[in-house]
C-alpha cells in the first residue's frame, strides 16, 4: 500500500507535532509519522515531561523536611512507588491523548510506524504489527531528535546501569546511585532519586558541575546539592563498571576519591546523540556533519531540496523549545514567508532545586569572544519575597553592554527561576536596556523584582540593596604598596643598590581577569646587559624604572596604549624625583 501527501513530518516530538500544525493551520495536507505508542517524542514521554512530574514530588518531600524550621513539623514520608510511578504515567498519558485530539480537529494524519528514507521523495514505513508500507511526499520535515548517548566502556550488559530513559522508569529506589555526569539530566534525576531516599554520589570529569554555566549561578545550587547528595566529585573519571551480585562496581580515577566504589544502580547522563543513524538519510542529499547533526542554513533546508530538519537533529542546543521555533521557521520558509532562525536569546533551565536558568550571553562566553561587558548581580537575601520563601540563596545576574547598556545576557538561580527566564527572554530579543528594565514596574512582594534591582544595579543602585562607592586609598592594592615602597626606598637611597627586582601577580584586583599582572624591576645601568641598556636622556649615569602592565582592554579601557613600556630615568637630583613619583602613581592607579 502507498500513500502520497504534501508534506510529511518525520517524528512527533516538540518540533515534528508544532511543525505538523502549523502546516495544517497554513493549508497544507500534512500526514505525521512517529515510531511511538503515542505521539510526543522523547520529551513528552520519556524526557521533559516525566522527569518534571517527578521533580515536583522531590520539591515537596524536601519541603515537608525543611518545614521544621518554620515551625510545621511532618512526619517522615511513605513512598508508594507504584502510585508514584502512576501519577507519572498519567500525566505522560493525558497529554500524549491532547496531541492525537489536536491531529484530529487539524486534519493531520497520524501514522504509528518508524519511517527510513528509501529516496527524497519516499518513506518505507514499518509498522509495529510488522506491516509495511511506503509514502510518497512532496516535502519532508525531519524532526527524528535524539537518544541518549551510552559509551562501550558502560555498556555492561546489565539494567542495574540506566541511561534517563531507564531512570525514569522508576523500577525501585536504589539504596546506592553513581550519577555519571554532573549535566542537567543527571543533577535533576540525582536530586529526584536522593529526595526519595537513595544515597546519591555524582561524578563529573570536568572542574565544575554544569560545565558551560555560568559559575556563580552554578555556586548556590552547588553548595545545596552537597546537602542532598552523599558526595559530589569532579575533576573524576568513571575508568571502568564492573556488575557483581552484590551491585555494579566503578573504577574512579580522581584526586582524594575512592579507587572502587559499589553502587546498587547507576545513571549514564554524559549528554545524547542526534538521531541520524539508521533512517535512510544516506539514501538522499542530506549532510551529516562529523558529530551527527544534519546541516541545515537559517531557514531549516538542507542540502536536499526536498527535505528540511528541525529540532536536535539539527544541531545544538538540543532543547524541546529550540525545535519548536524551528518547527514554525521551517513551515513558514514552506508557505513562502521571509522568515529566518534568528533568535539570539534561547533559555537554558535546568529544574533542580534551586533551579537554574539563563538566556543570551553568559560571562564565559563573552570573554571567550572578547566582547566588551560589564555583570551585575543582585542577591536574593535582600529579596522581601526570597525572605518569605526561606530561600535567599538566590542571585540574579545581568550582563550588559559598557556602552549603550543594552542587556546582552540574564542568568537566575533560585527557586522559579524557569518561569522567570522568559522575561529576560523578551528584553535581549528587543533590545532592551537595562533601565527599561528598571523603569518596567514589576508587582510587589514577587521574585520577579531581582530582575528590575539586578538592572537599577546597572545604572546606579537598586533600592534593596546598597554597594558603597569604593574610594581610592593610598594603599588600596598590592600596586600600591609597590609604588610606595619604591618611592620610600628611593628617598632613603634604596635605587642606589646595584640591582633590586621585584614582581606581583595583581590579578585579584581588576575583577573577572586573573590574568592581568604587572611587573616591577629596577636596576642600576651599570649591572645591566648591553642589549638592554637605554640611552640616557641627559647623558651620565642614571638609574631607571620599568613598570610593564600585561592588561586585558576590556578591564584598562583608561590606558591609551596597552601593554606599554613606561621608563624614567632617575638622577640623583632632587628635581627630578616627581618625575618618578608621578609616572609610577599614575601607572599603579590604573589597576
Known sequence: ??????????????????????????????????????????????????????????????ETRESHEWGVSFAPPEIDIDRLRGFKDKVVTSLCGGIEGLCKSRGVELIKARGSFVNSTTLELKARDGSVSTLTFDKCIVAIGSVPAMPPIFDIGDDRVMDSTGALELKDIPGKLLVVGGGYIGLEMGSVYAALGSEVTVVEMSPGLLPGADRDLVTPLQKRLAGQFAAIHVNTKVAKLTAADTGITASLEGEGVPAEMTFDRVLISIGR???????????????????????????????????????????????????TREAKIAVETLAGEPVEFDNVAIPAVVFTDPELAWCGLTETEAKTKGIDFTSHRFPWAASGRAQTLGRTEGVTKIIVDPGTQRVLGIGIVGPGAGEMIAEAVIAIEMGATARDL????????????????????????????????????????????????????????????????????????????????????????????????????????????????LTDRRHLMAVARLNEIVEVPVGKSPTRRPLLIVSLWRCASLG
Open 1 to 62: 500500500m502507498s500513500k502520497h501527501a504534501q508534506l510529511v513530518v518525520l517524528g512527533g516530538g516538540p518540533g515534528g507535532y508544532p511543525a505538523a500544525f502549523a502546516a495544517a493551520d497554513h493549508g497544507m495536507q500534512v500526514i505525521l509519522v512517529d515510531e511511538g505508542r503515542q505521539p510526543g517524542g522523547v520529551c513528552l514521554n520519556r524526557g521533559c515531561i516525566p522527569s518534571k512530574a517527578l521533580l515536583h514530588v522531590a520539591k515537596l518531600i524536601n
Open 273 to 323: 546523540r542526534p538521531n541520524s543513524r539508521n533512517c535512510g538519510l544516506e539514501n538522499t542529499q542530506v549532510q551529516i556533519d562529523q558529530r551527527g547533526f544534519i546541516s541545515i542554513d537559517r531557514n531549516q533546508r538542507t542540502a536536499d531540496p526536498h527535505l528540511l530538519a528541525i529540532g536536535d537533529v539539527a544541531g545544538e542546543p538540543m532543547l524541546a523549545h529550540k525545535a
Open 438 to 549: 528598571a523603569d518596567s514596574i514589576h508587582a510587589h512582594p514577587t521574585l520577579s523584582e531581582t530582575l528590575m534591582e539586578a538592572a537599577e544595579s546597572v545604572i546606579g543602585q537598586p533600592t534593596h540593596f546598597h554597594r558603597p562607592t569604593r574610594k581610592k586609598s593610598w594603599l588600596n592594592s598590592p600596586v600600591d604598596w609597590v609604588v610606595w615602597m619604591v618611592i620610600w626606598r628611593w628617598n632613603t637611597g634604596g635605587l642606589r643598590l646595584r640591582a633590586y627586582s621585584w614582581s606581583h601577580d595583581v590579578g585579584s584586583t581588576i575583577p573577572g581577569n586573573p590574568t592581568v599582572g604587572v611587573r616591577l624591576r629596577f636596576a642600576s645601568r651599570r649591572v645591566l646587559p648591553a642589549s638592554a641598556q637605554q640611552p640616557a636622556s641627559r647623558g651620565g649615569d642614571h638609574d631607571f624604572c620599568r613598570l610593564n602592565f
